[in-house]
């Protein structure tokens, strides 16, 4: 494993056998959304456009349908083993929670009318509803089982702490 250094003082992280071809470029910090990728400017068709390191990586040219996703969540961590060619909708299941979430969990909000926690899965551009719940630890516990269902391999769990209500 080796780092490549980006701008805005990041670092993205490759495999030792990528890292060669991969240091002869210049690579900036790209911030899409939360989350910084490393990029470089190319010129295609005389259009300046960016050329994300993961793509690269796995082989994806510019306007190939297929998307990659970082296992871990990290977009700066380029290792192979953290890459993933997927469509969209498998990218979309693997994202981290949301930067408005209160609860502290994916899937799950507070339902003042009810006074519980309320739980969702989202599958095929399909709201799931999956139940009203007293206690926000069985809430999120509910939703990772969901997410294994419907989301297999590509679930993004809640990371759960403590044992017991909360």
């Not at 050329?51 to 349908?65: F, S, T």
């Not at 290792?79 to 799950?108: E, F, H, M, P, W």
């Not at 419907?150 to 017991?164: P, T, V």
């Amino acid at each position: 494993m080796k780092t490549i250094e980006l701008t805005q003082s990041e670092m993205t992280i490759v495999d030792d056998s990528d890292y060669e071809e991969l240091s002869q470029y210049k690579w900036y910090a790209d911030r899409r959304a939360d989350i910084y990728y490393a990029a470089r400017s190319i010129q295609i068709n005389g259009r300046p456009t960016a050329e994300l390191m993961h793509r690269r990586i796995l082989g994806l040219k510019q306007g190939d349908r297929k998307h990659t996703d970082h296992i871990n969540g990290n977009g700066l961590d380029n290792r192979r083993g953290n890459l993933r060619v997927c469509t969209r909708a498998q990218n979309i299941r693997n994202q981290r929670i949301r930067c408005d979430n209160t609860s502290g969990y994916k899937g799950v909000y507070w339902e003042k009318g009810t006074g519980k926690w309320h739980v969702q899965i989202v599958f095929n551009s399909r709201k799931i509803y999956l139940g009203l719940f007293n206690s926000l630890f069985v809430a999120a516990l509910a939703y990772n089982a969901a997410a294994l269902k419907y989301h297999g391999k590509f679930a993004r769990l809640n990371e759960i702490e403590g044992s017991g209500d909360v």
